[in-house]
C-alpha cells in the first residue's frame, strides 16, 4: 500500500505565535482546522486556537491577547460588533461593516508602538470567492437578499469596489431602508440602491444574487421562487450548512454559476492571513483540501 504524501504538521516551540478565534460557541468551527493547515503548508511557526469566550468577558479577552502578544485573532458570533469597543483602530471596512471578523497586530515600524486593528474580511471574503469564477463585480448590479448584520458587512464590500447598484430584498422593508440610510450617511450616494419587499422579488431580472439571510439553513425552504431565476445570474448563498442549500440546488438545475457559503469561509481567511502575514498565498491546493471537508 502506498502512503499519500501529506502535510507535515510541526510541534509548537518557544517562537511559535499563536493566533486564536473569538466566538461563543466554537466548537464546530472550522477555522482552526483551516489555519492550522494553512501555516503547514506555507511553513509558517503558528497555531490558531479556538477561544470559547463570553459575552460579559470579552474585554478580559482582548485585554489579555493584547497582554500575550497574540499575533492575530478571528472573531466570530456574537462578538463582531461589541469587540469593536475593545480595539484600537478599526479599518474602513470594518467601520462600514460595523463588525469586525479579523484582529491585526501592527507594529509601527517608527515608535515600534503595538496596535490591535479590527478589519472586517467576510465581505471581501465573498466578492473574493465571485472572482475566483471569473466574474468581475465592479460595474456589475447586485440583488441582495437580506437586510441583518450579514448583508451589511457585504454591501460595505460591495459599495466599495463600485458596484454599478444594489437592489435590497428584505422581509421587513423598514430594515433595508435603515441599512441603506445608515450606509449613504457614512459614504453618500454614490452606489445607486434600492429597497423592496422580499415578497416583491422579480423574475427575470437579475445578474448576481446574493442571499444572505439564514433562510435556508436546515429548513428546506428557499428565500424566493424557482421562476424567479433564467440560468443566467450568479447566485451566491452565504449559508454553508447546508452546502448546496435549497436556493442553489435550483440554481444548480438552473445552470446558473453557483457561490457557497463554504467558498466566503475559505476566502475570508485566506484575506485574514493575508492582513496577518503581510504578503499573498497561493491558495488552490488548500481550497481543494477544504472543498474535500
Ligand atoms: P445576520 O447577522 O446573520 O444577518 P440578523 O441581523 O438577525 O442576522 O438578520 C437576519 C436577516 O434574515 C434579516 O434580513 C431577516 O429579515 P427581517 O429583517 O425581515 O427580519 C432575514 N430573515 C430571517 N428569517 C427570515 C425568514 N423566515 N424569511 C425571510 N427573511 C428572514
Not at 144 to 151: D, V
Not at 171 to 184: F, H
Amino acid at each position: 500500500m502506498t502512503m499519500m504524501t501529506d502535510v507535515q504538521f510541526h510541534a509548537p516551540t518557544a517562537k511559535t505565535r499563536l493566533y486564536g478565534l473569538l466566538g461563543h460557541p466554537v466548537g464546530h468551527s472550522l477555522s482552526p482546522v483551516l489555519h492550522n493547515r494553512f501555516f503547514a503548508e506555507n511553513r509558517i511557526d503558528g497555531v490558531y486556537l479556538a477561544f470559547d469566550v463570553l459575552p460579559e468577558k470579552l474585554g478580559e479577552a482582548v485585554a489579555g491577547l493584547k497582554a500575550m502578544n497574540l499575533a492575530g485573532a478571528n472573531v466570530t458570533i456574537p462578538h463582531k460588533e461589541s469587540v469593536m469597543a475593545h480595539l484600537d483602530a478599526i479599518s474602513d471596512e470594518a467601520f462600514l461593516a460595523g463588525a469586525v471578523n479579523t484582529i491585526v497586530r501592527e507594529v509601527s515600524s517608527k515608535t515600534a508602538e503595538v496596535r490591535y486593528v479590527g478589519h472586517n474580511t467576510d465581505g471581501a471574503g465573498l466578492l473574493e470567492a465571485i472572482s475566483k469564477q471569473g466574474v468581475e463585480i465592479a460595474g456589475r448590479s447586485v440583488s441582495l437578499i437580506g437586510a441583518g448584520g450579514a448583508a451589511k458587512g457585504i454591501l460595505a464590500a460591495l459599495v466599495l469596489r463600485g458596484v454599478s447598484g444594489v437592489k435590497i430584498y428584505n422581509r421587513s422593508l423598514e430594515r433595508a431602508e435603515g441599512l441603506v440610510t445608515a450606509l449613504s450617511t457614512m459614504v453618500g450616494h454614490q452606489v445607486p440602491m434600492e429597497c423592496h419587499t422580499l415578497s416583491n422579488f422579480p423574475e427575470h431580472s437579475h445578474e448576481i444574487i446574493i442571499q444572505t439571510t439564514s433562510v435556508g439553513m436546515g429548513d428546506g425552504k428557499s428565500p424566493v421562487d424557482a421562476t424567479a431565476l433564467t440560468g443566467k445570474e450568479i447566485v451566491c448563498d452565504i449559508v454553508y450548512k447546508p452546502q448546496i442549500t435549497p436556493l442553489l440546488e435550483t440554481a444548480l438545475s438552473k445552470g446558473c454559476t453557483c457561490i457557497y457559503g463554504k467558498d466566503m469561509l475559505f476566502y475570508q481567511a485566506m484575506l485574514a492571513e493575508m492582513l496577518w502575514q503581510g504578503r499573498q498565498f497561493e491558495t488552490a491546493s488548500l481550497k481543494n483540501w477544504f472543498d474535500g471537508l
